[in-house]
């Protein structure tokens, strides 16, 4: 029994490592994925700023997380309660500085630095912020985002 499972490694050890990991896009492929996601940040915004429910629910990936400048951490059903109550949200501020990362799955992680506006002083503070889009069956979603704020 030993001697079979030595041999059935030897036998996968070598598939196994010439198996290598999908190929980012690159070129126009990366480029398309790059504008898909722009234009889904553009329907994103208007849907926050609207507050159209359908399409932000639709927008956000079931298993979301957003993380706070403070550390606090919201999933998908409060986030859609900060949209709807008109809560100063990344996905709808001005954003500059914008770096977009093309990977497999389709996966786009976008960094990015916007003002937000401090509710509670009624002052705007710079942030800056990570976002993952993934594709799913109806299109992009948005994964995960993180703010942190800057002095």
Known sequence: MLRRSIIATAILLPTAALAHPPQAPQG???QRMIDE???FRARLAKAV???DFATLRSSYA???SHTHGSGKLD????RLVAAMAGEPL???AP???LVFRVFSGPTVILTGK???LNVKEQKPYDFRWVCVYVTAISGWQLAVSQATRLS
């Open 37 to 39: 996601v722009t234009a």
């Open 95 to 97: 954003a500059s500085e």
């Open 90 to 92: 990344i996905e709808a």
């Open 28 to 30: 126009a492929e990366a």
């Open 114 to 116: 916007s003002p937000i």
């Open 49 to 51: 700023e609207t507050k």
């Open 75 to 78: 999933n998908k059903d409060a």
């Open 62 to 64: 079931d298993t979301f």
